[in-house]
């Protein structure tokens, strides 16, 4: 599966983007999703996770009341709604997909079969 991320950009302290991430391919299997963000000189972080039927969401801590993630199967589409952006959220955002269902330790990048290419995100303070 191919996975293409988009909506970056460059937004002010306190505003908000929504991410998307399409996937391509073999769509048929039923794909955990996750978005992991890195910002330069740092390890890539989990930010969020969506099961194949999007009943049950993790989040980061550092995101938890700010950031919604939420997908569209017949869309093919996973996206991240990101609300009162500061500057500590800046980094490349990339989705990723899980080809087997995953209950637990969607946060560990590892468990991940697809990743996408990465979508920039930018706040200015």
């Known amino acids: 599966v191919q996975l293409q991320a988009s909506g970056g950009g460059l937004v002010q302290a306190g505003g908000s983007l929504r991410l998307s991430c399409v996937a391509s391919g073999r769509t048929s299997s039923r794909y955990v999703m996750g978005w992991f963000r890195q910002a330069p000189g740092k390890e890539r972080d989990f930010v969020a996770a969506i099961s194949w039927g999007g009943s049950s969401t993790n989040y980061a801590d550092s995101v938890k009341g700010r950031f919604i993630i939420s997908r569209d199967n017949a869309k093919n589409t996973v996206y991240l709604q990101m609300n009162s952006l500061n500057a500590e959220d800046t980094a490349l955002y990339y989705c990723?997909?899980?080809?087997?269902?995953?209950?637990?330790?969607?946060?560990?990048?590892?468990?991940?079969?697809?990743w996408g290419q990465g979508t920039q995100v930018t706040v200015s303070s």
């Open positions: 990723a997909a899980r080809s087997n269902p995953l209950s637990a330790g969607r946060d560990n990048p590892s468990v991940y079969n697809y």
